[in-house]
């Protein structure tokens, strides 16, 4: 990945209005040193992301991924973010952003431990070339996540709502799904239930319905699955967040995993079994997802 713009952001209070954030901004070297040594982002994964796809400069779903990003810093006790400081940055940033794909990344930080603020910073890159795996699908393998359904409503302090910098496990699964053959792997809970890939969200398509795992098992409410499923609706499909057994991923008409860069990827086998493919359709659902969006 091309890192071609960085910018840290001194971080207001949630509360502060201002019609102009440009002082809290400094353009910084994206290949450079940034960090403190002791910078908890570092030392421990303490914090959190968000990665919005921007497309001939325009990023997509600013709102929706802001949302979240706040959730997430609730969820993790982290000081609430200003929106609009966060708005400002992402829209300076854009400015950087070449014709084509590219992935714009927001980070905050606990900081440093017992210091005075959190860290926070922005990235600009060229997205990885996705047209294969929107073209001709992605196999994936299921690996058991460790957890029973019944676990995020007794854990909260699991975080597995938030999205945060801690994806150890995450690329640990991919590179076992990769093990074993697969390009990618989709997480179920141990009693059988889908919960969602290492960096993607699960849409089932039955029929003339579209099903995705409910939120509440303790996965990410995917931006780019809300944006869709906003227009599955529109064309008169019903939508629906449901408790997926793991069968319903070899059984279902089609199914994908979504995300704000890979965008549409249908699922064409899940452990070694080959799976339906709409290729029709999924040309259709990308070419939604690749126009301007917000």
Known sequence: MAWRFALMIDPVASDIRRDDFSDTFTVIDPDGAALRVGDLSAQRGDGIFESLGVIDGHVQEVGPHLARLAHSAGLCELPTPNLEQWRAAIARVATEAPAGE??????LSRGVEHGPAPTAWITLADAPDSARARAEGVRVTTLDRGYASDVPARAPWLLLGAKTLSYAVNMAAIREAKRRGADDAVFV??????????????????????????????????????????????????TAYETVPASDLSRADAAWLLSSVRLAAPIAAV??????????LTDELNAYLLSPRD
């Open 189 to 238: 809970t141990s009693d059988g239930f889908v919960l969602e890939a290492p960096t993607a969200s699960v849409v089932l398509r039955f029929g003339d319905r579209f099903v995705t795992p409910t939120p509440n098992a303790g996965i990410l409410h995917g931006t780019t699955q809300r944006s869709l499923f906003a227009h599955l609706e529109q064309r008169g499909f019903e």
């Open 102 to 107: 590219s992935v714009v990344k927001l980070i």
């Open 271 to 280: 452990d070694g079994q080959a799976t339906a493919v709409d290729r029709t």
